[in-house]
């Protein structure tokens, strides 16, 4: 199993371009996420998916959108990039089938630079 | 206020003395919470998880949860440098396949060799 893996590793962008992150996962788990990291800021949740075809917002969802067609692939399209969108981009992915058993796996990352 | 506050450290200790990581958050409909490890330029990596209070123990670690403080404990035992990394506290409000993760801002630990 590959787990969770995303590309690109490093991208710069200027202000007003648009880009897709590619998330992708091979362990057949519903859930799917994207989160950004700040420092002083932690996680935050950007969009998540339950399933293929059903995405929902996460706590800063502007400037982004996501798409599911299949489950094992989530990509974050970056509409028109700003400088505040500057981050270090997570994706994950999960599956639980009851209370006691849950397993996560998070990508190693997308390095975000908008100049 | 955070919903869920984290010490960001740094924090050093000597190779071999017990660590001790916590977090307190505000909201008391949250469930599970959740303790994850983060190496230097790379992915979180979930650690343990643990539903409403109580210990719950793997290897040399034990998180521990008392819902009626708030609070919630990583104990790392016997610690070795591999386990310098930043760790992360996080919580979810509804039930796993819902879940939203709501995460402390990290603590930076270095075991001193």
């Known amino acids: 199993n590959a787990g969770v893996t995303q590309t690109p590793k490093f991208q710069v962008l200027k202000t007003g371009q648009s880009m897709t992150l590619q998330c992708a996962q091979d362990?057949?788990?519903?859930?799917m996420s994207w989160y950004r990291q700040d420092p002083g800021m932690g996680l935050r949740l950007i969009h998540y998916?339950?399933?293929?075809?059903?995405?929902d917002q996460g706590e800063v969802p502007n400037g982004y959108n996501v798409s599911r067609s299949t489950t094992e692939d989530f990509p974050l399209r970056l509409l028109s990039a700003a400088p505040s969108q500057t981050s270090v981009y997570f994706c994950?992915?999960?599956?639980?089938?009851?209370?006691?058993?849950?397993?996560?796996?998070f990508g190693p990352g997308t390095r975000l630079t908008v100049t | 206020q955070k919903e869920v506050e984290q010490d960001p450290g740094p924090l050093s200790v000597p190779e071999g003395a017990i660590v001790s990581l916590n977090c307190t958050y505000s909201?008391?409909?949250?469930?599970?919470f959740m303790w994850y490890r983060q190496y230097s330029r790379k992915g979180p990596e979930l650690l343990m998880y643990?539903?409403?209070?109580g210990n719950k123990e793997d290897g040399r670690f034990t998180a521990q949860v008392d819902k009626s403080s708030k609070y919630i404990s990583l104990f790392i035992r016997d610690s070795q440098p591999s386990d310098s990394a930043t760790y992360l506290c996080?919580?979810?409000?509804f039930g796993f396949g819902n879940e939203k993760l709501t995460f402390g801002t990290g603590t930076r630990l270095t075991i001193i060799p």
């Open positions: 994950a992915s999960s599956y639980s089938s009851d209370t006691s058993s849950y397993e996560q796996y």
């Open positions: 362990m057949n788990h519903e859930y």
């Open positions: 998916s339950v399933g293929a075809g059903i995405t």
């Open positions: 909201n008391s409909a949250f469930q599970y």
């Open positions: 643990t539903y409403s209070s």
């Open positions: 996080a919580m979810i409000l």
